[in-house]
């Protein structure tokens, strides 16, 4: 009996612990949003799209995006903190593991491992291809007592070629939603 209940607990720190991970969830409905056209990664067959794991610190150039969503001054100051503040080196690996842990889909198997920009380049030049590209999703900034979220992501091509928006997240019970893309740009 007492067994039971320590595996009964055992449970429920885990999915309580993946359902109070907004970094988790919010990256899980960016890569299945953008992720979802991309085709699973086979012996033998190229990858288009891969994902850069670590997690670019945000700057200034999120601001152009909150200044356009005219935001109340306190929650500018409280945005601009959070930015200035959050400065430690972190990555995606570890959400990315629990997303693939729950995924129904074929995420696995279509983001397959993550690149560095060097690691990005050399597969690049191996295969020759201009379609390739490595979306950089940087840190999410929280608002709103915590309910929406700003989160740029960038597409790398090329020195040349990229894109990339910020993406507005909403949540909505238990689930984050994308809810709008933001500052849209390309080279």
């Not at 279509?110 to 030049?125: L, M, P």
Request: net charge positive; glycine share 2%.
């Amino acid at each position: 009996m007492r067994i039971v209940r320590i595996f009964i607990l055992s449970l429920l720190s885990i999915f309580s612990a993946t359902a109070q991970d907004p970094d988790t969830a919010i990256l899980e409905q960016v890569v299945k949003h953008y992720y979802k056209n991309e085709k699973p990664v086979y012996k033998n067959r190229s990858q288009l799209l891969y994902m850069y794991c670590e997690k670019p610190n945000n700057n200034e150039e999120l601001f152009e995006t909150v200044n356009a969503l005219k935001l109340p001054a306190a929650e500018v100051k409280k945005i601009r903190h959070q930015v200035t503040t959050d400065v430690k080196p972190e990555n995606w690996q570890q959400s990315l593991d629990k997303i693939f842990e729950t995924d129904k889909s074929q995420l696995a198997i279509k983001i397959n491992q993550c690149q560095s920009v060097e690691g990005y380049h050399e597969k690049r030049k191996v295969l020759n291809l201009n379609n390739q590209r490595l979306m950089i999703v940087s840190k999410p900034v929280f608002y709103a007592n915590g309910s929406r979220a700003l989160i740029k992501v960038v597409f790398y091509r090329s020195i040349e070629h990229n894109s990339g928006s910020v993406v507005q997240m909403q949540k909505v019970g238990d689930k984050w939603q994308i809810k709008d893309f933001l500052n849209e740009w390309s080279t």
